[in-house]
């Protein structure tokens, strides 16, 4: 099995930095640890942050996450939290 392709990896990561945000545990799993650790508290719109192949709507569902999520963007760009600056 080859690694991920770039749509696969960017929504592992932005999953992953939900996980963190959600303050789960092992938050590198993204939705498992999600789904082990905190269900009740994914986003009810969810569904919402996977994206299809169209060129064209490939950013919005990290848009819509980032958006409805505000934990995520602190959380993925603090620096205490490895995160870039």
């Known amino acids: 099995m080859g690694s991920p392709r770039p749509a696969e990896r960017g929504t592992s990561s ?17 939705l ?7 269900p009740d508290r994914l986003p009810a719109d969810f569904q919402d942050t996977i994206s299809d192949l169209d060129p064209a709507r490939l950013l919005d569902p990290a848009q819509h996450l980032t958006a409805s999520s505000p934990g995520v963007a602190r959380a993925s760009t603090t620096p205490e939290r490895g995160g870039r600056t």
């Open 32 to 38: 498992t640890s999600i789904l082990d650790f905190a």
């Open 14 to 30: 932005a999953v992953a930095a939900l996980a963190l945000a959600l303050h789960v545990l092992d938050p590198a799993y993204g």
